[in-house]
């Protein structure tokens, strides 16, 4: 009976302290992950109570996939050896925020503590850690699987909300990033392949979820054109394979980097392309999950044959 008493005093008091260790912690259960302009590898995007909520993960950072940020992106590449010239870094990217789309797929949990990102910026983002349904820790998968970059300004770390400090989580992620390194895992393993800038694959325009996952990439892409839809007077035209935007994969073509389509297509982008089987090349990127090739060159696009 003593030693039971013993044994159930001890319970209570690592209970207590866990509680104590977390006690400042806002704790979210069931969160769902929304698919947003701020989603990416470490950024994390929810809905709930019909307000939209922005987490940005503690003691790491993902290589930007966003296209204005090309300096910052090619800063990020070289933590892992990446060469500024080619598209590894965005490859990078692209690999995170599939993983973090993926990782959150079930139901997740976020503790915050609602310190801003960018308190004086227009940044919606809060810190916070994540736990995925399995009750891993988000960061250090990331870390694990080669995909993120360890941080460790001031305001980017924190002591965990399972009363871990921040040195012990900072030590463990380190010796998960060894591993990753040694493996040659994500960032670490692209590094240390030849880049050529170009790839023979040939995917179809049908794939929605293979041309996800070759986001960051070049290739070519084969489709039948659904339908061509122009905005702001023909300055952006979308090439559409399927019936309806944001529903498929895209082509895009600004009216600046296409000069010569009046020449090329006399009738217009809209009667020279639906109906059509054609083949885009280049690099894919995401809008909001949706695949896409901005065309900046008429060489990126070839007309196969004719309607039938």
């Known amino acids: 009976m003593v030693r039971f008493c013993f044994l159930a005093g001890i319970a ?26 701020h989603s990416d590898g470490d950024s994390i995007e929810i809905l709930r109570g019909g307000k939209r909520h922005v987490f940005r993960l503690y003691f790491v950072d993902c290589v930007e996939k966003n296209p204005a940020s090309a300096a910052r992106r090619a800063e990020q590449g070289l933590y892992f050896g ?15 925020r599939n993983f973090t789309r993926k990782q959150l797929r079930e139901p997740f949990t976020v503790y915050t503590r609602w310190q801003p ?53 900072s030590s463990d992620l380190r010796r998960s990033e060894a591993e990753a390194r040694a493996l040659k895992r994500g960032a670490w393993g692209l590094a240390a392949k030849n880049e050529s800038g170009r790839s023979e694959d040939v995917l179809s325009a049908t794939e929605t979820e293979a041309l996800v996952s070759r986001a960051g990439t070049r ?3 084969r489709g039948r054109v659904a339908r061509v839809v122009s905005i702001g007077h023909g300055r952006m035209t979308f090439i559409d394979f399927t019936a309806r935007s944001g529903e498929g994969f895209t082509g895009i073509v600004r009216a600046s980097a296409f000069p010569d389509s009046v020449k090329r297509f006399p009738g217009g982008l809209k009667n020279g392309l639906e109906g059509r089987d054609v083949l885009l090349e280049g690099l894919i990127t995401l809008y909001r999950g949706v695949p896409q090739i901005v065309l900046e060159s008429p060489s990126q696009l070839r007309v196969e044959r004719t309607v039938d």
């Not at 704790?27 to 698919?35: I, L, N, P, V």
């Open 12 to 37: 209570v008091f690592v209970l207590s302290s866990g509680l104590l260790a977390a006690r400042d912690w806002v704790k979210w259960d069931h969160c769902e992950y929304f698919e947003g302009p």
């Open 82 to 96: 990446l060469k500024p010239s080619g598209d590894s870094a965005l490859r990078a990217a692209y690999l995170a």
């Open 117 to 169: 990102v960018d308190p004086e910026g227009d940044n919606p983002a809060v810190r916070g850690f994540v736990e995925t349904a399995s009750g891993e820790d988000l960061a250090k998968l990331l870390v694990e699987q080669g995909l993120a970059i360890i941080r460790h300004g001031q305001s980017a770390v924190s002591d965990h909300p399972d009363g871990r400090t921040s040195e012990e989580v």
């Open 219 to 221: 290739a070519s892409v």
